[in-house]
C-alpha cells in the first residue's frame, strides 16, 4: 500500500482544514488507517484513527470534539476534517495503514507510511 497524503496549508486560528490521504493498492479497505503528527522538535503524536469499515474512530484527547476522521473505501481515501484549529495543531500531518484492521494509537503497528502534509495554524 503506497499512501499520500495532502490538503495541508496556512489557516489562522479558529480555522479549518480537511486532509485526504489517497491509498493505492486493492487492499486498502481491510486496513485500520491513521492520522499522526509532528511538530518540529517534538515525536510523533496520535492524532486519529478509523477501523477497518469505518465502524470504529479514535482521537487524541487533544483533538477530540475538533477533529473527525473518516473513509471512503470505494475511493482508497482517508479524510481527516479539522475544525476550530489552534496554533498547538501545527505539525506536519502523517496518514498510515495498520494492515492488523482495527486502527490503532501506536505507532509501532502501522506498517505504511505517507510522505506528510503541512499544517500551520496562526494566532
Known amino acids: 500500500v503506497q499512501l499520500q497524503a495532502s490538503g495541508g496549508g496556512l489557516v489562522q486560528a479558529g480555522g479549518s482544514l480537511r486532509l485526504s490521504c489517497t491509498a493505492s493498492g486493492s487492499i486498502f479497505s481491510r486496513y485500520g488507517m491513521g492520522w499522526f503528527r509532528q511538530a518540529p522538535g517534538k515525536e510523533r503524536e496520535f492524532v486519529a484513527a478509523?477501523?477497518?469499515?469505518?465502524?470504529?474512530?479514535y482521537y487524541a484527547d487533544s483533538v477530540k470534539g475538533r477533529f473527525t476522521i473518516s473513509r471512503d473505501n470505494a475511493k482508497n481515501m482517508v479524510y481527516l476534517q479539522m475544525n476550530s484549529l489552534i496554533p498547538e495543531d501545527t505539525a506536519v500531518y502523517y496518514c498510515?495503514?495498520?494492515?492488523?484492521?482495527?486502527?490503532?494509537?501506536?505507532?509501532?503497528?502501522?506498517?505504511?507510511w505517507g510522505q506528510g502534509t503541512q499544517v500551520t495554524v496562526s494566532s
Open positions: 498510515a495503514g495498520d494492515r492488523y484492521g482495527s486502527g490503532s494509537s501506536l505507532l509501532s503497528e502501522y506498517d505504511y
Open positions: 478509523i477501523s477497518w469499515s469505518g465502524g470504529r474512530s
